[in-house]
T-cell receptor, first 110, second 114 residues
């Protein structure tokens, strides 16, 4: 079966750096995606890693280690608007299907 | 211009009723999806259509029936609604060509069954 594990909740202070981890178990692996969802809103795509290493996009970076079946989302210079839920997701072979983790709720405090 | 739109945004109904949710995307994508997000925010795929053809049908009660009249539209009809159907339903679309498969989500329909 396929499973992804994330911490349920993370709290950090405005201006700080926070890391949200994701470990996965899949029968095949094609990459790791991250989505952000604000309360009452829709999930929006943040990043995708197919290869090992760090991908940086502004204040957000995403890391993947295929050998460890592990990835993380790194958020720098945290802002209040970053308070949201963050989901890791993996595509399932060629069926267009995404399996989502249970989500990590990030609370940014002043 | 809204990329993926859903109607209605809120739906409150009684147990046993039948209801429909509509979804439209103007991104020109070939693939559309329905997801259910429960109260614990767990996001689970229900169905997927590629160019009007059903390609993913998860273990969903057959009270749920998707219909895709064309590749820009994917509707969800639910018969004999039950309390456990209360959730937020998201429509999404993507243009698969690689496993990148960025999905674009609609604003969601919050269904409450009383």
């Amino acid at each position: 079966g396929q499973s992804l594990e994330q911490p349920s909740e993370v709290t950090a202070v405005e201006g700080a750096i926070v890391q949200i981890n994701c470990t996965y178990q899949t029968s095949g692996f094609y990459g790791l995606s991250w989505y952000q969802q604000h309360d009452g809103g829709a999930p929006t795509f943040l990043s995708y890693n197919a290869l090992d290493g760090l991908e940086e996009t502004g204040r957000f970076s995403s890391f993947l280690s295929r050998s460890d079946s592990y990835g993380y989302l790194l958020l720098q210079e945290l802002q209040m608007k970053d308070s949201a839920s963050y989901f890791c997701a993996v595509p399932m072979d060629s069926s267009y299907k995404l399996i989502f983790g249970s989500g990590t709720r990030l609370l940014v405090r002043p | 211009d809204t990329a993926v739109s859903q109607t209605p945004k809120y739906l409150v109904t009684q147990m046993g009723n039948d209801k429909s949710i509509k979804c439209e995307q103007n991104l020109g994508h070939d693939t559309m999806y329905w997801y259910k997000q429960d109260s614990k925010k767990f996001l689970k795929i229900m169905f997927s259509y590629n160019n009007k053809e059903l390609i993913i049908n998860e273990t969903v009660p057959n009270r749920f029936s998707p219909k895709s009249p064309d590749k820009a539209h994917l509707n969800l009809h639910i018969n004999s609604l039950e309390l456990g159907d209360s959730a937020v339903y998201f429509c999404a679309s993507s243009q698969p060509g690689s496993f990148y498969n960025e999905q674009f989500f609609g604003p969601g329909t919050r269904l409450t069954v009383l």
